[in-house]
């Protein structure tokens, strides 16, 4: 069976027979599990067993650039040093003051967005292709910063709707143009924080569910599965992810969420993906705790099956080697087993 | 309602611009500077903290409580030094060399402040020495460090050790704070106090700043407090 047939098959709600893992990596681990193994960045990924095939549309921000970059909505990356955590290397935000007067939308209606992505696709056949889409309220973030962001949702709403209204179109133009082959979007998002949402269900209800009404049904509308990430505890939200027909969330941090709770209650009607803690025994701890907490997580999160092993987040760059070669090993295993 | 009751509700409904004018009314009527401050602004600041630590408000309530805070603060600033009002201590906040995260270090300098300290804000990704030199520049008697990743939350180690090098952590104290952050890595880099929220950590510095003021002045030593 294919990586990619063990993930359908389990969105399907079948068996396939093993429990799927897949570990998201900073840039820096992945360099150092690649000079460990003796391959290449893409390469190592296919050797530790990743199910998932990690697909980006060109907005540069991914790309190796030195320095700070500017991308299409005019927010200001740095790329360089030590800042391989994906989203948030933000420098700086076009949009102050809430004045959007002179500013324009980009419309991610432009060509050769996924020129990268069909390459990687045809080197790596055997996974599943997600395409990674940054989510409506990071969009709007990005483009007058966090703060601002966070207050306009309460008393600027006729421009934060508008920006929503703006974003929620680029995403959906993005979609509409991703090229055959890929088997789902995950949208990335950050709605919670360690101690719940970081802001009311109420006002996800207002900005989000219509958003994200729209991007669930255009990705459905292209035969692709739905897959949210979210850091922080979202458990108020998983009625909502599941009315709204997602097939995959993450991350399931068990720092922040209470896992077996949610595996009880959502677990037949949503894949859920991550579980295992990133922040604390996989950086501190040792190889034999690591391996007894994963070995723990599985037991609660697999049952049933609907599941996707792996850290909720991606394991930190100076985590022990050991460590994550212990881990490898470990789910590399569970197809061996049939766990 | 009395016109303190009125700029704490005010507040606590992010209405900054009616802060600003309710804070400016009460000038005008007379009341002392540091009343209107403590009875006004910080006790509207103290009820969103307790609200935000009950889970009963959310992230953005806070941002416009404290955006109100802020306006109010600002027009009240001449008034309080011309009154001799200071601040009730100084902490200098940042994110460690190599973090970017700012939410929860946001979070704390908002609560911080609505408690009355003066919070010097270094931003994020500083460096240990620059926690060192704002600390001995400003007089600041708490270094606050916050981390998101177990990959920078190290570099707290090093904030410790150039304090300790540089003989200020006996009047300096240094808290340290963020998700991968547990008492336990506290105290094993020699911290002085974890916090698990933003809330916690104001009223652990508050605490941190009157105990060093009653050291100081059983010492009979002068210092900016």
């Not at chain 1, 079948?14 to 900073?26: I, Q």
């Not at chain 1, 067993?49 to 740095?78: A, I, M, Q």
């Not at chain 1, 959906?172 to 924080?193: K, Q, S, Y």
């Not at chain 2, 620059?130 to 990959?151: G, M, N, P, V, W």
Request: contains cysteine; hydrophobic residues 40%.
């Amino acid at each position: 069976m294919t990586r990619k047939n063990a993930i359908v098959q389990l969105i399907r709600g079948e068996n396939p027979g093993y429990t799927p893992h897949h570990f998201d990596l900073t840039l820096k681990m992945t360099d150092r599990l690649a000079e460990y193994y003796g391959y290449d960045r893409d390469g190592v990924e296919d050797y530790i067993g990743n199910h998932l095939l990690y697909l980006d549309p060109e907005t540069g921000f991914r790309n190796s650039v030195k320095g700070n970059f500017v991308d299409e909505f005019g927010t200001t990356w740095d790329t360089a040093g030590n800042y391989d955590i994906g989203d948030w290397g933000m420098v700086d935000f076009p949009i102050k003051d809430f004045d959007f007067s002179n500013y324009i939308f980009p419309d991610g209606k432009s060509e050769g967005r996924y020129d990268t992505a069909i390459k990687v696709m045809e080197k790596y056949k055997d996974r599943f292709n997600v395409m990674r889409i940054t989510g409506p309220l990071n969009l709007g973030w990005y483009t007058m910063g966090f703060s601002d962001f966070l207050i306009g949702m309460l008393v600027e709403k006729e421009t934060i709707h508008m920006v929503f209204d703006k974003v929620t179109e680029y995403i959906c133009n993005l979609i509409d143009r991703i090229p055959a082959g890929v088997d789902a979007v995950r949208m990335i998002e950050d709605w919670g924080i360690q101690s719940g949402l970081m802001f009311s269900k109420e006002l996800w209800m207002e900005y989000l569910y219509p958003s994200y009404s729209q991007i669930y049904q255009k990705i459905r509308s292209k035969g692709l599965y739905v897959m949210q990430h979210s850091c922080g505890d979202i458990t108020d939200l998983m009625p909502v992810m599941v009315e709204l027909g997602v097939d995959v969330i993450d991350a399931m941090q068990p720092e922040a969420m209470d896992i077996a709770q949610i595996k009880k209650e959502f677990g037949r009607d949503i894949v859920l993906f991550g579980g295992l803690g990133s922040q604390s025994t996989i950086p501190c701890g040792t190889p034999a705790e690591v391996i007894a907490e994963a070995a723990s997580t599985l037991k609660i999160m697999s049952a049933g099956g609907k599941y996707i092993f792996g850290p909720a987040g991606s394991i930190p760059t100076e985590a022990p080697i050991e460590n994550v070669v212990a881990l490898v090993d470990f789910c590399k295993s569970l197809a061996e087993k049939g766990i | 309602m009395s016109i303190f009751n009125e700029i704490s509700e005010n507040l606590q409904q992010g209405k900054a611009k009616v802060v600003k004018e309710l804070v400016q009314q009460a000038v005008n009527e007379g009341y002392p500077a540091k009343q209107i401050l403590e009875d006004g602004l910080l006790a509207g600041m103290t009820i969103i903290g307790e609200k935000f630590k009950n889970n009963d408000i959310f992230v953005p309530e806070v941002l416009v409580a404290a955006r109100a805070m802020n306006m109010g603060a600002a027009l009240l600033k001449p008034y309080l030094m011309e009154a001799g009002v200071k601040a009730s201590g100084k902490v200098c906040i940042g994110t460690v060399k190599g973090d970017l995260h700012d939410i929860g270090k946001n979070l704390v300098k908002m609560m911080m402040e609505g408690r009355g300290l003066e919070v010097v804000d270094l931003g994020t990704d500083v460096a240990a020495e620059k926690f060192i030199e704002t600390a001995r520049e400003q007089d600041c008697q708490i270094i606050c460090c916050s981390a998101l990743l177990t990959t920078t939350m190290g570099m707290m180690k090093d904030v410790v050790a150039m304090a300790d090098g540089a003989g200020i952590h006996a009047n300096t104290k240094i808290m340290v704070g963020g998700a991968p952050v547990t008492e336990s890595f506290c105290s094993k880099i020699g911290a002085d106090k974890y916090s698990a929220d933003a809330v916690s950590a104001a009223d652990a510095a508050v605490e941190i700043c009157r105990n060093l003021i009653i050291e100081r002045t059983s010492k009979g030593s002068v210092g900016s407090v």
